[in-house]
């Protein structure tokens, strides 16, 4: 077996996919699920902003009768099928960048071009039988770092929470970064999807222990429909509008993934009450925050954390701080702490 590298202008490819040169093999087809409009406007996006996508993998085959040769495609037939789909004016974009709503004919004449000129690179495998294709994948996965829960949700999920996930992930992974919840290394590998994902969770179905499988079942249960979009969009966004201007908490122990959790439940449940929420802590709407107040609470918390011998009222949020961080019974004392932190009067 052969193995070339080539690259294709998406007018090459999208030409030779109609003219029959390249040629989708159902043999290969990973998965029978069908990409929804969120997956397929999320390729032509990425695409679209010059962002690499993943390199296709091709089997050219030579028929010595008519003497054609034609490439199959291994890997790659969901995107091929949505960039051509796009292509041929078939869909219009979905999602919340500049390109949504627009089909391929309603972009600019500059999107256009920057379009159907934008490189695919595949691999080509020539002459190869399909024993040798298959090897090719086991090798391939074979040194791949294993995806973790979070990875493994969003590339076997295409519906609606994870695409908003997506797309709030996107929007503060740089503000998570910069105050220290994560490294980038965490980042690379969805760390902050997955603790957005729990706490959109959380918001709608209450405090519970971490659960992998429970959170695989909240991203199967809002696949096909995610009515709550909206609200937790807003709730998320005016829960970090609060923690960036509160700079003296940035960077500190209160920014901890584990605290990060229930200190951001108890800002959005201070300013609009959750009902799966109020059974942990009863809770009367706030217009705003006494920032003096809520930073002096925090600070507290903060040193508490950090002593030897913390003061009588916060011993039992510390030790919910030092073990069993995730289940149940700590992550509701800490959250009771914060929401008490949160009203305007300091701790006590």
Not at 21 to 36: G, L, M
Not at 53 to 58: G, M, Q
Not at 62 to 89: C, H, M, P, W
Not at 127 to 156: C, W
Request: some cysteine.
């Amino acid at each position: 077996m052969q193995v070339t590298t080539t690259g294709f202008t998406i007018a090459e490819y999208c030409d030779q996919m109609e003219k029959g040169s390249i040629t989708i093999n159902r043999d290969y087809q990973r998965s029978d699920a069908v990409w929804p409009p969120a997956a397929r406007s999320y390729l032509i996006d990425t695409i679209l902003h010059g962002f690499p996508i993943p390199k296709f993998c091709l089997s050219q085959k030579t028929d010595l009768r008519s003497r054609k040769t034609v490439k199959e495609i291994v890997d790659g037939q969901q995107r091929s099928k949505a960039i051509l789909d796009f292509y041929e004016n078939k869909f219009r974009l979905t999602g919340k960048s500049e390109f949504s709503g627009r089909s391929y004919d309603q972009l600019d004449q500059g999107d256009k071009q920057r379009f159907i000129s934008y490189s695919i690179s595949a691999d080509v495998f020539v002459g190869a039988t399909d024993n040798e294709i298959r090897q090719v994948f086991r090798r391939m996965n074979s040194y791949t770092v294993p995806l973790n829960p979070q990875e493994k949700r969003h590339a076997t999920h295409q519906g609606e929470l994870k695409w908003f996930i997506v797309e709030v992930t996107e929007r503060y992974e740089n503000t998570l970064k910069s105050i220290g919840v994560f490294t980038e290394k965490q980042l690379s590998r969805m760390q902050d999807s997955g603790l957005l994902s729990e706490i959109v969770m959380t918001m709608l179905t209450g405090i519970k222990t971490a659960s992998q499988s429970l959170l695989n079942k909240f991203y199967t249960d809002k696949d096909a429909e995610f009515p709550e979009e909206q609200d937790m969009s807003t709730r998320i966004d005016q829960a970090f509008t609060h923690i960036l201007r509160w700079e003296q908490i940035h960077n500190t122990t209160l920014m901890k993934p584990f605290q990060f959790f229930t200190f951001f439940l108890a800002i959005s449940h201070a300013l609009k009450p959750l009902s799966v929420l109020n059974s942990v802590y009863q809770a009367s709407a706030l217009r705003t925050f006494n920032d003096d107040i809520v930073l002096a609470n925090l600070g507290a918390i903060s040193e508490a954390l950090d002593a030897e011998d913390p003061p009588e009222f916060l011993i039992n949020f510390v030790s919910a701080s030092r073990a069993g961080t995730n289940t149940k019974i700590n992550r509701e004392m800490r959250f009771k702490t914060y929401s008490t932190a949160m009203r305007p009067q300091m701790l006590q």
